[in-house]
């Protein structure tokens, strides 16, 4: 044991204790998680200059909202930051269907309705472009928004969340090359499964799954058939861009492949979503906390098939492209996981659900089966008195309704000041 006698020991002890304080400084502006009693280490985004030292029940979930609320004034400001490491303010992302896209995609919103970032949306509706059509979003489906022809000439728009028919020309003309794209896959035959159940393909077809599957090999042309024009097998593909032709030629899957590794930063995976999430908190400099949620859409367990292996198979084959897109981005999340540290990790992962389970404890009065498609879902029943609770438990299309209305305020506010009298 180290003893630290006379004046040189207690200097050696105070260059020690200045040494561990850098670290745990360095740790804060890195968003990596620590173990102290102090606010910032329960709430990482929160400024040093609100140390205050709290046990865990007595923060309330007004504390996370009046910070959030500030982001847009302190943490994304233009000003000198010593981490060079500022939370990004130009974030597209690509929803897909069934990949608890819809989770990550309350996470994006809520940090821009709190920091005020310009979203790209529709007039009306929760979908970019028409999903019935074999035609991918483009910017001229926007043209009638109020605020497109100010934001689109200044450069103001800044995030995009919805789902969409990816177009990554729009996007780069939207958003700018230099923007942050991410979007989350998940393991083809469990999206599937969850797609023909969730959208009530049994009805289309007057078939079980298990039938659908079983004569799959008689039917091709169910292969490239979208149901309402923009549902089916290889729905991951397809929403990135592919046609029906090129969903079934491994060329093209190669190419768009080769594409989305360049263009896309993060590719999350639903099956490891925690650890997806921390990159992506990483990756957009923002704080651990931000990315707690709540469930979104989850069926209850009877409603969920287990297909033998044999079905499984087949599904594989008639989702080759799928197949392609899921297997390449989730060995590159392996690598992502690698660079990042297991043990750090390991770590981030257990106080991402530290953060889960306080916004759970704090904000849900519990839950309730409703019918959504014909389907029982599990829904979330939150606390109304505030304003974080809330928007956690807010459903996408309420959600995006919210935003167009703070937008449509902020932009009409704008416009008024920036008049020539």
């Known amino acids: 044991m180290m003893v630290f006698a006379g004046v040189k020991g207690k200097r050696l002890l105070l260059i020690l204790l ?17 173990s102290t009693s102090t606010l910032e280490s329960k709430f990482p985004y929160f400024p040093r200059s609100l140390s205050v030292v ?31 490491c500022r939370p990004k303010r130009k974030i597209g992302f690509l929803k897909t269907r069934k990949t608890a896209s819809t989770t990550v995609g309350n996470i994006l919103m809520r940090y821009g ?13 929760n979908h970019l472009g028409d999903p019935r059509t074999d035609v991918p979003f ?67 077809y007057n078939l079980t799954l298990e039938e659908y599957i079983d004569r799959l090999e008689t039917n ?30 491994q060329r093209f899957v190669q190419e768009v492949i080769r594409w989305m590794d360049s263009q896309f930063q993060l590719v999350m995976i639903m099956d490891q979503l925690e650890e997806s999430l921390v990159l992506l908190s990483q990756l957009l400099c923002l704080p651990l906390a931000l990315m707690a949620s709540l469930s979104k859409n989850v069926r209850v367990a009877t409603s969920r098939k287990k297909l033998d292996e044999g079905r499984a198979h087949i599904l594989r084959e008639h989702q080759a492209a799928d197949e392609a897109l899921y297997a390449f981005f989730k060995d590159r999340l392996q690598k992502q996981i690698k660079q990042y540290g297991h043990n750090r990790m390991s770590q981030a992962v257990s106080e991402l659900r530290r953060f ?47 935003v167009r209305k703070k937008q449509y305020a902020r932009w009409k506010s704008s416009s008024i000041s920036t008049m020539d009298y």
């Open 356 to 402: 889960n389970a306080f916004i759970n404890d704090t904000c849900v009065e519990g839950l309730e089966t409703r019918i959504t498609m014909n389907v029982p879902i599990l829904q979330t029943v939150v606390k109304k008195d505030s304003l974080d609770c809330r928007l956690h438990g807010t459903n996408q299309p309420n959600f995006i309704d919210l």
């Open 220 to 249: 091709p042309r169910w292969s490239n058939e979208r149901f309402h024009g923009y549902l089916g097998l290889n729905q991951q593909a397809w929403q990135v861009g592919l046609t029906r032709s090129q969903l079934n030629d």
């Open 54 to 84: 709290k046990s865990m029940s007595e923060y309330t979930i007004d504390d996370i909202t009046l910070h959030l609320s500030s982001l847009h004034k302190t943490d994304l400001s233009s000003g000198s930051d010593p981490t060079n």
């Open 113 to 125: 309705y709190y920091a005020n970032l310009n979203f790209v949306l529709p007039e009306s509706g």
């Open 138 to 204: 483009n910017v001229e489906s926007i043209d009638n928004t109020p605020w497109h022809d100010e934001f689109i000439s200044n450069d103001q728009y800044e995030m995009a969340a919805l789902h969409v028919r990816w177009n990554q020309t729009a996007m780069n003309l939207l958003l700018g090359r230099q923007a942050t794209y991410i979007t989350l896959l998940r393991e083809p035959v469990s999206a599937f499964e969850s797609l023909f159940s969730y959208y009530k393909f049994e009805d289309r």
């Open 18 to 34: 200045s040494a561990a304080m850098a670290v745990v400084v360095f740790q804060y502006c890195q968003l990596l998680p620590r």
